[in-house]
């Protein structure tokens, strides 16, 4: 089990930037963000593995959102740029052992605690 702990949410205007940060406490072979409305079910944001570098990610985030990661410190990032409104969720990093169906919850085996995302002017 893999301890995993997010941090970097707050409340930004419409149209600026945040990057949120997981950080696990042990090796995993991919990162992905997912984020929860409420009212909605959790959807699934971007995934990145740790070995090849491969990215995939949600057509509602393409060409704003940027998934990496820092293999010395196993941590995760999402940079968020030109935020919108419907960003707003509480946002959640899992590991996972596979990028097949990146978009299914089950696929993956951990979760952090969330943090929470406001868009709002």
């Known amino acids: 089990q893999v301890q995993l702990v997010e941090s970097g949410g707050g409340l930004v205007q419409p149209g600026g930037s945040l990057r949120l940060s997981c950080v696990a406490s042990?090796?995993?072979?991919?990162m992905g963000w997912f984020r929860q409305a409420p009212g909605k079910e959790r959807e699934f944001v971007a995934v990145?593995?740790?070995?090849?570098?491969?990215?995939l990610y949600a057509d509602s985030v393409k060409g704003r959102f940027t998934i990496s990661r820092d293999s010395a410190k196993t941590t995760a990032y999402l940079q968020m740029n030109s935020l919108k409104p419907e960003d707003t969720a509480v946002y959640y990093c899992?590991?996972?052992?596979?990028?097949?169906?990146?978009?299914?919850?089950?696929?993956?085996?951990?979760w952090g605690q969330g943090t929470q995302v406001t868009v709002s002017s």
């Open positions: 990145t593995d740790w070995s090849r570098s491969r990215t």
């Open positions: 042990g090796r995993v072979y991919a």
């Open positions: 899992a590991s996972a052992n596979t990028m097949l169906q990146p978009e299914r919850t089950s696929n993956y085996d951990d």
